[in-house]
């Protein structure tokens, strides 16, 4: 399992060296975007609207946008320095509660965590504590370059971090709009929504659930794959020197034509001009 991070948790005078896991992932199916008439892939560019042109990763800053069109830029260094500020600091546990004090509202990713090396004995006494006591760890840490609270809990054995949302990340629910204050509902229908509830309750079988979108898009991607239904995108063609060179030279060709001054052509002389020479002659 991929390693992502690497630091030490501390509550006390008990410092543990440990390792992050990513404890879930993302298996949605992703499709991508073709051009109807060719087959190619899209390919987004970043493009800057007012040099218009496309900019290069070494031409980007960061920066925070307090007004409109106002901006605070923040350089690379500046950046770096406090992530690494951050970073050399341990994870303190800093609190311990209950569970089922935390709403799932505030849930955000789930992280593993293993021993790293001469960790295992504190490991396993954090995690026996944890268990006997039934109880979770707030703490603080920093996971790609953001500050986030966390509580550290006991999985099937195993230490994990959930990172949960900071209070005012979460939004105030006297914001959501159209929802009844007081309802008015009948006895005999609560009864009936009770019992069908009743009905439907069992003990939580994660196994038993599935994505049946999922599961049902990649049957017709496999079934449209066996039956040949497939498509070869163009690929750009690529630069031929000796073409690219036969251009220039038409093109340069084409251009002196065009640029060249045309020949004057000699004044022809008029009648009356050529009788008057002749007069002076005799």
């Known amino acids: 399992m991929h390693t992502m991070w690497k630091g030490t948790i501390s509550f006390g005078l008990v410092n543990i060296p440990v390792k992050m896991h990513a404890a879930t992932e993302n298996k949605d199916v992703k499709l991508r975007n073709l051009h109807k008439e060719c087959q190619s892939p899209i390919k987004y560019q970043r493009v800057c609207p007012v040099c218009d042109r496309e900019v290069e990763n070494d031409e980007i800053v960061k920066a925070y946008e307090y007004a409109k069109n106002k901006f605070v830029v923040l350089d690379n260094e500046e950046l770096e320095a406090l992530k690494k500020e951050q970073e050399d600091k341990s994870v303190e546990i800093v609190d311990f509660v209950k569970l089922e004090e935390i709403d799932p509202i505030y849930f955000e990713r789930s992280y593993y965590l293993s021993p790293n090396e001469g960790g295992s004995k504190a490991y396993g006494l954090l995690r026996a504590a944890l268990k006997d006591t039934e109880k979770i760890g707030i703490a603080k840490m920093i996971i790609r370059s953001k500050e986030q609270l966390a509580v550290i809990r006991v999985y099937q054995n195993t230490l994990v971090v959930e990172t949960i949302h900071y209070p005012d990340e979460v939004r105030q629910v006297q914001d959501v709009p ?105």
């Open 178 to 282: 159209n929802v009844p204050q007081e309802v008015d509902t009948p006895k005999k229908e609560l009864d009936t929504a009770k019992m069908l509830i009743d009905q439907l309750t069992t003990e939580f079988e994660p196994e038993k659930y599935k994505d049946d979108y999922r599961t049902a898009l990649l049957e017709l991607i496999e079934e449209k794959k066996n039956n040949e239904q497939v498509v070869t995108g163009e690929e750009k063609p690529k630069p031929d020197n000796v073409t690219n060179l036969m251009d220039a030279l038409q093109a340069s060709l084409d251009k002196a034509k065009t640029d060249k001054p045309k020949p004057k052509q000699p004044k022809r002389k008029t009648k009356t001009a050529t009788k008057q020479k002749k007069k002076i002659a005799k």
